[in-house]
């Protein structure tokens, strides 16, 4: 039995709770971490109060902590760094975090007394610290921290087998240990134990090496591959044994952290000029590089050069790296504005519907929170007030939600024959083709649909449910859908029982329309020979005997017939055979009308046009050659004539008074003009008036103006009327 893969809004849901279930942490463990209730910072070679809440002035220096009844402990300004992996070297760190050790089991202490340097004391009472009085720094961390791997999930969820999406991916597990741990760790309360900072450390590095492991390995193979895939695994060898030596304290010195930082960051810039170079002939490869790498060096510039430049270079960053982390969300905000425009990792727009759809149901789940939290008020009137307005308010509203985010239309039984019915039945077979992707897509809502060339006998599921085929039906070529149901889903086996029940149904209703056709050719063929055993015959007997002036009316009608005739058996006529009939018809009229025709007929080829563009033609041909005749005055008619494969333009042009401006206006004069001009659009065709000296009218008319429906078995030809003498 085929094991079904997960839905990319599965792994995606997966990955986000991972990542909540990683801010929980954090969260629990700040919140959880013994604090004095008040902000301390280094100001030159001591320590002073900052913020507080107790009786204490900001700027108060602070010299010691003692617990009653030990020696007090004398506070440096080292023992408020937030970044230990900025001091100079192993020993130095190794010296922070065995203070730190010594500060926390002080800070453990129910009752501690903080020594002023004036030598007066003031008892402080630690306790756990509120998530509110967080500075935004902290929240700056986290938010960057989980919008950037959800972002890098969600892209890597829609195109799981391809490595460039999984290696952007790693980078944004890296953005969420680096982001964490630190937030964590800078703000804690004043001190952590021992076995804390050996764990937060390695992990804050080892998130930096998976970043610089994820956007390295993707810019040396996207969007162009700047060397073999094989030779990718030496960015783990090498980060690897740069994060041993760091972890186990050898070879490397803790200064070296920095500069390691600073070269990854170059590296990924050489990396994007390298791109740029690699892709200068290919336009759609730059436009996205353009946009993903510029997000990538703006994020680092601003991290690297301005957070982490001042330190290699020996002065103090204008600007805190807890806040310059926040730059990192560039990379990711960038690639998901980007990704519809540019097309990055060929994700197409539908991949935004995946993303809508994991914050809906996010969202979800934060209104129930909210919801219950807030009617958890704790008095006896509680109950009842809870139980009314969760009848009342909560449920009908989640029920809405769900219904607008989940739910998933479905067709009953009746409304599934008759949406076969209407897919056989169209006029086309363009028609049928545009009614059956509908019908797909209100069924399984695919996020993708493509053609597809399927030999199988019906319907299949492929790539563990993600994608199902169909072979071809009604006109529309074989389909293969993919991602069903906005991505947040598989076809199952209910799903495949379902696609063949419709396409036999389909089929079914195919066959009934092919007999239906071949009815209506027979009942077409016996019309087209009524018409011309019956009224042909007894035109073309009056033509014989009809004088000079009927006899053009007669002819006229002959050439009509033999259209009418051609046209109820689907026969096709020869374009430069109805030019001559036109030409010929028009020039006997306006010979009557003592009015000269220039109209030179050149080769059109092998050209052959259905019975509604013949009509439109010879209708359109002698609408303007009767509005010449009886309110131009003029002497000469000039008609012009451009063709090719797909579309034929006549203009006409005489040398009279032309019409007046009135009777062009609005719908193009009277009701000559204006069933001209009607007849022309429906077919795709346009016309065109010009006074000047005369009047110009241009006509333009596709030569295949529609599809006309397929006649299956149904296989004749017209019958020739006698040519007339």
Not at 383 to 397: C, K, M, N
Request: proline share 6%.
């Amino acid at each position: 039995m085929t094991r079904l893969a997960p839905s990319p809004a599965l792994i995606i849901t997966v990955m986000a709770a991972i990542a909540v279930v990683a801010v929980g942490l954090c969260l629990w463990g700040t919140a959880n971490t013994p604090w004095l209730g008040l902000e301390l910072a280094p100001r030159g070679e001591v320590v002073v109060v900052e913020r507080s809440g107790l009786d204490l002035q900001a700027g108060t220096p602070i010299t010691a902590i003692a617990a009653p009844g030990q020696p007090a402990f004398a506070l440096t300004p080292g023992d408020l760094t937030l970044e230990p992996d900025a001091l100079p070297n192993y020993a130095a760190i190794d010296s922070f975090i065995a203070r730190q050790d010594q500060l926390f089991e002080l800070l453990r202490q129910p009752e501690l007394t903080l020594y002023r340097a004036d030598g007066t004391t003031i008892a402080v009472f630690p306790g756990t610290r509120p998530l509110w009085s967080m500075p935004g720094s902290f929240w700056v961390q986290v938010i960057t921290g989980v919008t950037s791997v959800l972002i890098a999930f969600w892209v890597w969820a829609l195109r799981p087998r391809q490595l460039a999406p999984g290696l952007f991916a790693l980078s944004g597990v890296g953005v969420l240990l680096v982001t964490l741990s630190s937030a964590f760790y800078a703000h804690r309360g004043l001190a952590l134990p021992g076995e804390a900072w050996r764990v937060l450390l390695p992990l804050n590095h080892l998130g930096i090496q998976c970043f610089s492991i994820g956007l390295i390995g993707l810019f040396l193979i996207y969007p162009r591959p700047l060397v073999d895939r094989r030779w990718l695994w030496l960015l783990p060898l090498v980060s690897g044994l740069v994060f041993l030596f760091d972890t186990l304290h050898i070879v490397l010195e803790a200064e070296h952290f920095y500069i390691t930082v600073m070269l990854i960051t170059l590296t990924i810039l050489l990396l994007i000029a390298g791109q740029w170079w690699a892709t200068r002939r290919h336009p759609d490869e730059r436009a996205a590089l353009g946009w993903l790498g510029l997000s990538v060096a703006i994020a680092l510039a601003c991290f690297s050069f301005v957070s982490l430049a001042p330190g290699v270079l020996g002065f103090d960053s204008l600007l805190s790296q807890h806040y310059g982390a926040g730059a990192i969300i560039l990379i990711y905000l960038g690639l998901a504005m980007g990704l519809r425009r540019y097309r990055l990792f060929e994700l197409g727009e539908w991949s935004y519907r995946i993303l809508f759809y994991i914050i809906g149901a996010f969202a979800l789940l934060g209104l129930d929170a909210a919801l219950i939290a807030g009617l958890n008020i704790g008095l006896a009137p509680a109950l009842a007030i809870s139980l009314l307005l969760v009848a009342l308010l909560y449920l009908p509203l989640r029920d809405w939600l769900w219904r607008r985010v989940f739910a998933r239309q479905q067709l009953k039984e009746h409304e599934l024959f008759s949406a076969a019915m209407d897919v056989a039945f169209a006029p086309s077979r363009h028609d049928s083709a545009t009614r059956w992707r509908a019908l797909l897509g209100q069924l399984f809502d695919p996020l993708e649909s493509a053609d597809h060339r399927n030999d199988l006998p019906g319907p299949a599921v492929s790539d563990d449910g993600l994608t199902l085929t169909l072979p071809s039906v009604a006109g529309a070529p074989g389909l293969r859908l993919s991602y069903p149901f906005g991505g947040r889903g598989l076809f199952r086996p209910g799903h495949l029982a379902l696609a063949a029940n419709l396409v036999a149904l389909t089929e079914k209703a195919e066959e009934s329309r092919q007999a239906y056709m071949r009815g209506v050719g027979e009942e077409r063929r016996r019309m087209a020979r009524d018409l011309h055993d019956d009224v042909g015959a007894r035109l073309l007997t009056g033509l014989h005997t009809a004088d000079e002036r009927t006899r053009p009316t007669l002819q006229a009608a002959l050439s009509d017939i033999r259209a009418i005739v051609s046209g109820l058996v689907g026969e096709e006529a020869e374009l430069d055979r109805v030019l001559a009939q036109i030409r010929h018809e028009a020039a006997r009229r306006l010979e009557a009308a003592n009015i000269a025709l220039d109209w030179p007929l050149p080769e059109t080829g092998p050209v052959r046009i259905d019975y509604r563009a013949h009509k439109a033609l010879t209708s359109a041909t002698r609408e303007v050659v009767s509005n010449v005749i009886r309110h131009s005055g003029a002497t000469t008619l000039a008609v012009t004539l451009a063709t090719g494969t797909e579309r034929l333009s006549l203009r006409f042009s005489d040398d009279g008074r032309g019409l007046p401006e009135a009777a062009l206006a609005g719908d193009g004069g009277g009701y000559g003009l204006r069933n001209l001009r009607q007849r022309l659009e429906d077919l795709g065709g346009t016309v065109a008036f010009e006074v000047r000296a005369g009047t110009a009218i241009a006509i333009d008319l596709p030569l295949q103006p529609q599809e006309r429906p397929p006649e299956p078995g149904v296989q004749f030809s017209a019958p020739e009327l006698d040519s007339p003498p």
